[in-house]
Structures are given as C-alpha cells and as structure tokens.
C-alpha cells in the first residue's frame, strides 16, 4: 500500500464505527467512511472536542454539525497550500491520501531534467496540479465544475503559484480529449481522478464502469512519444488495483513499454498504528 505519510498539518487521530476522526490543522472532524466497518471503544479524547461532525442520513446524504468551526482555513503540505472549508457530502475539497501520489510524480517531474506537461483530468480543486507544478512542470487543469476550477485558482495563489504555467479550463473531460486528438496536441503525463458518475457542463452523462476503458484509450492518442507517466486514481468499489493495472497495460504498454504498477493508497491511523484504504491507484511510468 502506497501511504500518504509526510502530512504535518493533518492526520487520521482514531477510526470505529464507521467513521474517523481526524485533524486538519488544529480543527478536528468526524466524518464517515465505509471502510471502517470496525466498532472499537472511542477512548481519545478529540472524539468528545470535535469541531465539526458530518452525520450520515439512513436516506443517502446527510449533514455538517459545527462546533466552533470557521467556514474556512487553511493546510500546508510541504510548500503547497490548500483552502479548506466543509460542502456537502462530507468533503472539505481537500483527499490527503492523495499525496502518496503527489510524492511519486513530482520526483519523476524533477528527475526529468527536461520541460514535462502534465494533463490533469476531473482536477477537482488542484491538488495534483500544485504538485506537479511545484516540481516545475507545465499544467493543464481541467474539471466540469467552474466552482472547483476557481477553488484551484484559490489554492494556486495561495501556494505562491498564481503565475506558474498552468492553464485553466472549465470543460467536459472526454470532449476536451477528442479535440486534443483532432488538434494534434500531447502530454508527457496524464493523471486523471474519474467520478463513479458524473455530468459535464452540457449535461454529458459520465458512468465509470461504462466509459472508463474507452476513455483510458483516448488519452493514449495524446501522449507524447517521450511520455514520462500516467496516473489513474480511483473511489469506486469496482476498480481495483488489478483491474486499473489490466487497462493501463491493455491502452499504453503496447504503444510507449514501460512498467504498470497499481495498489492501494493509505493514510496511518495515529491510535492503532494500522493504516487506512482510502482507494487505488494504477501508475504506468516510462523506463
């Protein structure tokens, strides 16, 4: 399991009953997570001096509780910044398992030794775009929502990235690719966050389980014959480690060679020592 270790300004405090306590910054949250099927005795102390508690509905959804909580703040994870505040669903527009990955590709950037343009798909608030920006590479961000593009926008400016070379676009993701295609562009790396289901600015209706391999397929036609990596994250249940190895060798391999590695990414569990599944990754990288 890849795990995301280095975070100072968060970390997961305990996790029983279907939920985790966490701390982001010096605020504690409650949230929900349906890997934590475990029911353990909730002896540390923050479970009682939470900030902000997100209540599952038995109906779908659910909503925040507040204790003292701004409606926004701030992290840090190394030189990168992020803005944070609780929307629905339970998210704080922030997944810090996902550094795990920011770690494996900004040392590929900097290794590189040369320009590298990296596509970043479905960005949702920049994450991975700070990231591979900071190692000094040129981005193109891209996500349907304009709220989460502008959230991006915030981060960058915050992370002292506000005149990096990223490009900005408000687009549906699979579209955005078949005009790439016809205009002859490439990337030297794609990473890509797909949703389980989704919906692009002109209602384009995204299901995963359909729409994912034929899209994996398309992205290939944009690499560029001195691509350096491929990245593919993944939340829904159904796409496992294995599987998202199975299409990346199915889609690149055969084209660039390289080496397919996928698996689990985590974060530790400050109370037990044991780490928590947060999702899968599949990581194709150039030899």
């Known amino acids: 399991m890849w795990t995301a270790d280095k975070w100072e300004d968060y970390e ?24 934590v099927i475990w029911d353990t005795p909730k002896t540390n102390p923050g479970w009682k001096k939470r900030n902000g508690h997100y209540h599952r509905s038995s109906k779908g959804g659910g909503e925040w509780e507040f204790f003292q909580l701004p ?3 701030s992290i840090r994870y190394q030189e990168l910044t992020f803005r ?3 929307f629905n669903f339970k998210h704080t527009g922030l997944f810090p398992e996902q550094a795990a990955n920011w770690d494996w590709f900004t040392a590929l950037i900097r290794e590189a030794k040369r320009p590298v343009s990296v596509l970043n798909l479905f960005a949702y608030t920049g994450g991975a775009t700070l990231a591979a920006a900071s190692a000094g590479a040129k981005v193109t961000h ?6 989460m593009v502008a959230w991006a926008k915030e981060n960058a400016a915050a992370s002292g990235l506000g005149n990096a070379p990223i490009r900005w676009l408000v687009d549906d993701c699979v579209k955005f690719v078949e005009r790439e295609i016809r205009r002859g562009n490439t990337y030297d790396a794609i990473i890509m966050d797909p949703p389980s289901y989704g919906r692009g600015p002109k209602g384009e209706i995204w299901k995963i389980e359909e729409s994912i391999f034929p899209f994996i397929g398309l992205t290939a036609k944009i690499l560029s014959e001195n691509a350096l990596f491929y990245l593919i994250n993944s939340y829904t249940t159904g796409l496992q480690p294995a599987v998202l190895s199975y299409m990346i ?21 400050k109370e037990n020592g044991l780490i928590l599944p947060c999702g899968a990754s599949g990581r194709w990288q150039n030899l």
């Open 12 to 35: 997961v405090i305990d996790t029983s009953g279907g939920e985790k306590l966490e701390r982001w910054g010096k605020y504690l949250l409650v949230r929900p997570d349906p890997q």
């Open 71 to 73: 409606s926004e703040w």
């Open 84 to 86: 944070l505040k609780p």
């Open 142 to 147: 891209v996500d349907a929502s304009k709220g």
């Open 249 to 269: 060798n199915t889609a690149i391999v055969p084209r660039f060679g390289g080496r397919v590695i996928s698996g689990e990414i985590g974060l530790p569990v």
